[in-house]
Structures are given as structure tokens and as C-alpha cells.
């Protein structure tokens, strides 16, 4: 079988030098794949990506984008290399307009952004109706999606999302939920971590449930929501 297109491959680790918080853990995504980091609170979900993101010290195991190993990588040369990385706080400029905070996105990019812009507006109808409002004027579910607007205008080659319905109406997270569908589509990997498992699972091709920063099951996102054991202890039976 040929490796994942991303993986974070029996990864230890934590922040600085303080004790791991990831022991051993596995986590990887294809080109069009939907791959969904869910678990308790505390669980190391968000520290699982932010490891990928090189946002924290791997003391072994090793991260792969596409073949290459980019373990010792900062995070701004893995966006450099392709990968798109959306926050769960912080992740707009809010005294920007919606069309700034796009084009910031495209900061590494000397080519003509019009068309990825254009993408975007598309798959995100609202942010076309409100490109010259401030972003911090917004919805919460409209501050998403300029976020990962953002990311998108980078032309990632692996896209990352931590808790992006957190906060958000069920109907707003729904929303969202459709629209990272039609990414995935276009044969873009997301990796998502999510609070709200049920739902993320539903539409996830691969998961991973995470207790005590360990693996503690991998499956498809259908496979988790049929085991007993995986509704009992994380979706409330």
C-alpha cells in the first residue's frame, strides 16, 4: 500500500518542554478524503493537529506531506510546502473586510489570485455579498468561513480545520459541514478535528477517536458510529 498523503506517524510529544500529551498517536489523510480527529475534552485532539502543523515538539515518531518528511519544518514552511492550517480562535482579521482577509491569505502566492478568489466566492456565496464589510462585523458562521476562505487561498494541498463549527448554530454547522463536503470533492484532503462527533463522523471517510493523546479507535466515520463501544463512551449511546 502506498503511504497516506499526510501522516503523523506514532507521534510523542507536547509543548516546549513539558510532558507529552500525544503518545504513540497516528493520524494521516488522502487526496479527497475527509479524516475527523474527535474524543472527551482533554483528549489531545487539537494538540494531534497542531503536532502536524509543526506547532509542537515531536520527540519521536515523524510527519509526512506527500513523501517528504517535514518533522523538523516550522509551521510557516509547511505553508510554504502546502499545507492550510484554520485555527479554532483567532483566525480572522476582524478589522479587515472580508476581500483583505482573503487576499492576505494568498501572502505566499507572486501569481494572479483572481481566480482562487473567484473559487472561493463560489463556494462561499455569502462572502461575495459581503467582501467590503469588516470581518469582525460577521456571524460566527460567516467568520468561519471566511477563515477557511482564507486557507483555501493559499491553493493548500492538504487543508486542516480545528473545531470549525464550535460555537455555531446546529443549522450554521450543517452549513459548514456542506460546504467542506464540496472541498473534499474537489480531491482536497481535510483533516478536522471536531467537537461535535456525531455529525463530523457522518460525513468523514476515516476517523479517529482519541482518549489520554492515544489512538484509542481508527475507522471509517460509518464503522465508529455502528461500534458499541465508540457510541456508548463518545456519542451518548
Same mark, same amino acid.
Given at each position: 500500500?502506498?503511504?497516506?498523503?499526510?501522516?503523523?506517524?506514532?507521534?510523542?510529544?507536547?509543548?516546549?518542554?513539558?510532558?507529552?500529551?500525544?503518545?504513540?498517536?497516528?493520524?494521516?489523510?488522502?487526496?479527497?478524503?475527509?479524516?475527523?480527529?474527535?474524543?472527551?475534552?482533554?483528549?489531545?485532539?487539537?494538540?494531534?493537529?497542531?503536532?502536524?502543523?509543526?506547532?509542537?515538539?515531536?520527540?519521536?515518531?515523524?510527519?509526512?506531506?506527500?513523501?517528504?518528511?517535514?518533522?523538523?519544518?516550522?509551521?510557516?514552511?509547511?505553508?510554504?510546502?502546502?499545507?492550510?492550517?484554520?485555527?479554532?480562535?483567532?483566525?480572522?482579521?476582524?478589522?479587515?473586510?472580508?476581500?483583505?482577509?482573503?487576499?492576505?491569505?494568498?501572502?505566499? *502566492? !507572486?501569481?494572479?489570485?483572481?481566480?482562487?478568489? $473567484? =473559487?472561493?466566492?463560489?463556494?462561499?456565496?455569502?462572502?461575495? %455579498? +459581503?467582501?467590503?464589510?469588516?470581518?469582525?462585523?460577521?456571524?460566527?458562521?460567516?467568520?468561519?468561513?471566511?477563515?477557511?476562505?482564507?486557507?483555501?487561498?493559499?491553493?493548500?494541498?492538504?487543508?486542516?480545520?480545528?473545531?470549525?463549527?464550535?460555537?455555531?448554530?446546529?443549522?450554521?454547522?450543517?452549513?459548514?459541514?456542506?460546504?467542506?463536503?464540496?472541498?473534499? *470533492? !474537489?480531491?482536497?484532503?481535510?483533516?478536522?478535528? $471536531? =467537537?461535535?462527533?456525531?455529525?463530523?463522523?457522518?460525513?468523514? %471517510? +476515516?476517523?479517529?477517536?482519541?482518549?489520554?493523546?492515544?489512538?484509542?479507535?481508527?475507522?471509517?466515520?460509518?464503522?465508529?458510529?455502528?461500534?458499541?463501544?465508540?457510541?456508548?463512551?463518545?456519542?451518548?449511546?
Amino acid at each position: 500500500m502506498s503511504e497516506p498523503f499526510l501522516i503523523g506517524d506514532t507521534i510523542t510529544g507536547g509543548y516546549g518542554n513539558g510532558p507529552d500529551i500525544l503518545h504513540e498517536c497516528t493520524i494521516s489523510v488522502n487526496p479527497g478524503e475527509i479524516a475527523v480527529i474527535v474524543g472527551p475534552n482533554g483528549a489531545g485532539k487539537s494538540t494531534g493537529m497542531k503536532a502536524l502543523f509543526g506547532m509542537l515538539n515531536v520527540r519521536s515518531g515523524s510527519v509526512k506531506l506527500d513523501g517528504e518528511d517535514i518533522t523538523s519544518l516550522s509551521p510557516q514552511a509547511r505553508v510554504v510546502k502546502g499545507m492550510g492550517f484554520v485555527p479554532q480562535t483567532s483566525n480572522i482579521f476582524t478589522s479587515m473586510t472580508v476581500e483583505e482577509n482573503l487576499e492576505m491569505g494568498a501572502f505566499i *502566492r !507572486t501569481d494572479d489570485i483572481s481566480e482562487t478568489m $473567484e =473559487q472561493v466566492y463560489e463556494l462561499f456565496p455569502i462572502l461575495r %455579498d +459581503k467582501r467590503d464589510q469588516a470581518a469582525g462585523e460577521l456571524s460566527g458562521g460567516q467568520r468561519q468561513q471566511v477563515a477557511v476562505g482564507r486557507a483555501l487561498m493559499t491553493q493548500p494541498k492538504v487543508l486542516m480545520l480545528d473545531e470549525p463549527t464550535a460555537g455555531v448554530s446546529p443549522i450554521v454547522m450543517d452549513e459548514l459541514f456542506d460546504r467542506i463536503i464540496e472541498v473534499s *470533492r !474537489t480531491g482536497l484532503p481535510i483533516l478536522m478535528v $471536531e =467537537q461535535n462527533a456525531r455529525q463530523a463522523l457522518e460525513i468523514a %471517510d +476515516k476517523g479517529y477517536v482519541m482518549v489520554q493523546g492515544r489512538n484509542a479507535y481508527t475507522g471509517t466515520g460509518k464503522e465508529l458510529l455502528a461500534d458499541p463501544e465508540v457510541r456508548k463512551s463518545f456519542l451518548g449511546g
